[in-house]
């Protein structure tokens, strides 16, 4: 059986720099898979590679044997990839109902011309829309929130509608770049939990994450970055462990080796 997601050879270089070298590691359906390396490792490069926001200089990605390496951004949309940002990007100008409907645009079934005209289509569409809005904000905890701005809502809040808007694109992957960053400790319990369910609603998560409370406690699998290249991957207790990983993170010698361990 093929993995949901088969990353092999993947390349990029910045003229002479070599950004990601040569990374090769698989997803399979219904895990969360980690990406972690110390800053600079190459973990957002990676995600913008998998969501088409750069094209890898080589080395191929499949989904479910689906060759998706050269798709253009709103392809890899179309075909199940959807993404958060390290740093929230919502349209604070608009609702919270108005984010969640963006990340279904290019599931709308009618064109710009009938969108401009009061119509039966427009109306069943925007209906149906509207409903599963109010699905996906229940989801996310959100509901009393419809009508306010998105800059009004807490941190964490604003985390949740961006994940809310990725998934009203219905992703088969969902990728979430540091999703705990600038959440207090409890924030951050609340949300691993709420990472886990997620799994009901994709098919699998890959997540980049620099709290390693967070990676430890929901990671199936986890894969170890430093310098653009591949240096561990396997179970948290394996990567934990791992003399590479702990070199890469504090140095010779592994002194406060608790900073990769979920205690």
Avoid: W
Wanted: neutral net charge; hydrophobic residues 35%.
């Amino acid at each position: 059986m093929s993995p949901l997601l088969d990353v092999k050879g993947l390349t990029i270089r910045f003229g002479g720099l070599v950004a990601v070298d040569d990374l090769n590691f698989t997803m399979e359906k219904g895990q969360i898979t980690s990406l972690i390396g110390p800053n600079g490792a190459g973990k957002t490069t990676v995600i913008n590679m998998l969501t088409g926001f750069y094209t890898p200089t080589s080395g191929t990605i499949k989904l479910n044997d689906m060759d998706t390496t050269n798709l253009s951004t709103d392809a890899h949309v179309k075909v199940g990839f959807c993404r958060t940002f390290q740093n929230i990007r919502l349209f604070k100008q608009l609702t919270v109902e108005d984010n969640i409907l963006i990340g279904m645009q290019h599931r709308i079934p009618y064109g710009s011309f009938l969108s401009l005209f009061p119509n039966k289509k427009k109306s069943e569409c925007e209906k149906k829309a509207k409903d599963e809005v109010t699905e996906i904000l229940k989801r996310v905890g959100l509901e009393e929130y419809r009508y306010s701005k998105p800059g009004s809502l807490p941190y964490g809040m604003q985390r949740k509608l961006e994940i809310g808007r990725a998934l009203a694109a219905h992703p088969r992957i969902l990728l979430l770049d540091e999703p705990a960053a600038g959440m207090n400790p409890a924030e951050k319990i609340e949300l691993s939990s709420f990472i886990k369910g997620l799994l009901n609603d994709v098919e699998g998560i890959l997540l980049i994450e620099h709290d390693m409370k967070v990676i430890m406690s929901i990671s199936d699998k986890i894969v170890v970055l430093n310098h653009g290249k591949k240096i561990c991957e396997g179970k948290p207790s394996e990567v934990q462990s791992n003399p590479e990983v702990i070199e890469a993170y504090l140095g010779k010698g592994g002194a406060h080796r608790d900073v990769i361990t979920s205690e």
